[in-house]
């Protein structure tokens, strides 16, 4: 096995030696450099001392929703979707998650249940918990995290590894993955999500030892991390195999960023490079299916040769987000040049209308290869340009968040509004549509029509479900909803810049050390009137960078009532440079800046290659994409039966007793009966009137949650 071992180090020493770009170093960017001070803060997401990201994000608890739309979505968190996903981890009966870290703790006898995945679904729970703790000092989360960690510690073995399926059957000595020579070993399948396991142990450490103070978690997150450093030191084709759904990018240069230890940068840079199929002595060329380097995996070509999203999306998207780590700390040009490259093709050519990603349940790629030999079976994917069907979308709740987390990077890299937009679309669209309204039903796809005579089964239901027997989504969900706050702002050397909008308290420190304080009071998504109040800020010139988005043409901003620009450009921050003196000047206590973002209804359509749409128009009023649920139509009536005329005027109305309160939609539209096609496939168009219905359109994150129901984004226009 050593000898073994010895050769792979020397072939990809070899390798490495012999191809001039297989690392992106050879652009000379200088190393990443960690400030001492910067090791102690408690960032979401630590790029203080990144020297290529532009912005930086705020403290945990420096962004207090106090009412309104995301104010209630984090007390929902708090109060019922955190206890309630506790109860499906910890009941055996459920999910065997908890159960699981029981078992290889060796507190509790059994074998390990549930998907090879389940610890790091477990671990973003746990992130969650973290998280609403860092802002709510609710103690008994801090105990009962307490407890669970203690748990987690006994199932680590002394050389850092941790992953409960190999743990157990080792503990068990009932070994179920063997090496030749017949024992129970790690990445002896790469099917067995280690690395991503890990990589999400990371990632919460980071965020409890950052909420709570304490060391616990993070010890033990470092000992995995060493753990996959020694790996790499030896075997490093063995990470690169099992770099599947890779979380542990983005774990392990939140690790670096936590704890300056340098060979946490060393490794986040080196698993790019690894993945590069060369080093596995293959070539350029396509692989065929059964080999390692796959479209689907994203390791068919180097990385850095990557121009386009392909494969399993949240893959896909959990790579790019690392990947985007990665060069905040490096500055190396041939990362950002793919990440730019794929992010163009995703945004303009793979996204749906709502910020999903991940098109196809199951396909092909490359698809339309003209070598036929060269086309791998995919699933959960991205598909073609263009491809991007309603009935049938995947669009797994994971591939979204995986999207957010990805432009929440890219946003840090390039101080540009372009990301922040869809990191919002996301949120609202894509995030918030994966959770019930009481927060406790999950979505594990996302399909933008829902039919009821489909004459097929589709593989996860179109139902919200109490329990989906692969729960990645659901923690990922709540994560995320935990820490919107985080993303609503980031600060720089040249001042605050307002990501999202919606009523918080913004109570942070410049680089410099300078507190700014500020209050944002908004009925937003539903109204795009935002007042801004400058509590406390620095004596000195610095600007208020606003986030004008790509929806809200005509937008004016004043500060203390006098004008500071109208028509403002969007799809780019608007900066306010000036001296902020925040004595009491005005009835506020501060100096107010409003602004207002217009937010007429608006029609969208697809670009004409998008086939599946042709002819047909999404409704979107300011952030919020719209759906036609039946159960809001006349008895009898089908989605399909329904169009809209192009010209249809929409009144937006808000109403406080619908799905929690929402701003709906209203309008006539048109009914043609016939919905009735039996056997029919083609037939010639009717001439018959359509009749006249009322429709009320309601937001699409807020479907699903009035029982059975047919659903559509896109409507037809006649
Ligand atoms: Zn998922």
């Keep these: 096995m050593v000898k073994v071992l010895s050769i792979c180090v020397l072939v990809v020493t070899i390798c490495l030696a012999a191809s001039p770009d297989l690392s992106g170093s050879a652009d000379k960017a200088p190393q990443g450099v960690l ?45 019922v979707m955190i206890p309630n996903m506790w109860q499906l981890l910890e009941d055996p009966q459920i999910s065997h998650a908890y159960d699981n870290f029981l078992i290889a703790a060796g507190l509790k006898k ?97 965020i409890h030892y950052r909420a709570t103070g304490k060391t616990t978690l993070l010890n033990i997150a470092k000992k995995a991390a060493d753990f996959l450093y020694m790996v790499y030191k030896k075997s490093p084709q063995d990470l690169a195999n099992n770099a599947i759904c890779p979380s542990h990018y983005m774990g392990i240069i939140e690790m670096y960023r936590t704890t300056g230890e340098p060979r946490y940068l060393e490794l986040a840079k080196a698993l790019i490079d690894i993945r590069d199929p060369r080093l596995r002595g293959g070539k350029l060329a396509p692989a065929k299916a059964g080999e390692t380097g796959t479209d689907h995996n994203q390791d068919r070509i180097p990385f850095r040769k990557q121009t386009k999203a392909v494969g399993h999306a949240v893959r896909a998207n959990y790579l790019y987000a690392g990947a985007a780590d990665v060069y905040a700390e490096t500055g190396d040009k041939s990362l950002l040049a793919a990440l730019e490259a794929i992010w163009h093709d995703v945004a303009y050519r793979k996204m749906y209308v709502n910020g999903a990603t991940g098109a196809l349940y199951d396909g092909a790629s490359p698809d339309g290869s003209k070598d036929h030999e ?9 598909g073609r340009e263009y491809q991007l069907p309603n009935i049938t979308a995947h669009n797994e709740s994971c591939a979204t968040v995986g999207f957010a987390l990805w432009n929440w990077r890219m946003l840090a890299i390039t101080a540009q509004a372009r990301f922040a937009d869809i990191l919002e679309l996301t949120l609202y669209n894509g995030v918030l549509s994966a959770i019930s309204l009481d927060g406790k039903k999950f979505f594990y796809t996302n399909p933008l029509r829902v039919v009821e005579d489909l004459p097929f089964e589709l593989r996860w239901s179109r139902k919200r479900e109490p329990y989906i027997s692969c729960f990645c989504c659901p923690p990922n969900v709540v994560r995320t909803i935990a820490e919107v706050g985080s993303f609503a702002y980031n600060v720089s050397d040249e001042g605050v810049w307002v990501n999202l909008y919606g009523s918080n308290v913004l109570d942070t420190k410049f680089p410099d050390g300078s507190r700014i304080k500020l209050i944002q009071e908004t009925g937003y ?88 749409v042709r002819n047909q128009a999404a409704i979107k009023r300011g952030p919020i994409v719209y759906c036609l649920e039946s159960v809001d139509l006349p008895d009898g009536v089908k989605i399909t039966d329904v169009s809209i005329p192009p010209a249809i005027k929409l009144r937006n109305h808000f109403d406080e007793e ?61």
């Design 525 to 612: 998504p539903w109204d795009g009137t935002i007042r801004i109040i400058l509590e406390d800020a620095p004596a000195r010139e610095f600007s208020v960078f606003l986030r004008i988005p790509g929806w809200a043409n005509g937008s004016i901003v004043k500060v203390n009532d006098k004008l500071a620009g109208d028509n403002l450009k969007t799809e780019q921050y608007f900066e306010i440079k000036r001296k902020w003196p925040t004595v009491h000047r005005t009835p506020y206590g501060g100096d107010v800046i409003k602004l207002v973002l217009p937010m007429p209804v608006q029609l969208i359509e697809a670009n004409p290659l998008v086939e599946e």
């Design 374 to 382: 060269a086309i791998q079976l995919v699933h959960q994917a991205y």
């Design 110 to 206: 059994g074998r390990h249940r549930g998907p090879k995945w389940h610890d790091g679904d477990f671990y973003k729970w746990l992130e969650a918990a973290a998280f609403v703790y860092g802002l709510t000092k609710d103690e008994k989360l801090n105990q009962q995290m307490d407890r669970i960690i203690d748990v987690i510690g006994k199932t680590q073995r002394k050389d850092g590894y941790i992953h409960t399926p190999v743990i157990i059957s080792q503990r068990s000595q009932t070994p179920v993955r063997r090496t030749p020579k017949g024992e129970t070993a790690e990445f002896a399948n790469r099917l067995d999500f280690e690395t991503y396991n890990m990589g999400h142990l990371m990632t919460c450490a980071c």
């Design 35 to 79: 400030r001492k001070e910067s090791l102690g803060l408690r960032k979401t997401m630590n790029t203080s001392s990144s020297l290529y990201a532009k912005l930086q994000s705020v403290d945990i608890d420096d962004v207090r929703w106090t009412k309104g739309f995301w104010a209630e979505r984090f007390d929902l968190c708090h109060k």
């Design 658 to 718: 619908l799905l929690g309160g929402v701003t709906v939609l209203q309008g006539k539209a048109h009914v043609l009966g016939g919905s009735d096609w039996g056997e029919v496939l083609y037939r010639q168009i009717s001439h018959q009137k359509p009749k006249a219905v009322d429709i009320r359109l309601i937001p699409y994150y807020a479907w699903g949650n009035r029982g059975k129901s047919e659903m559509t984004v896109w409507i037809p226009l006649r």
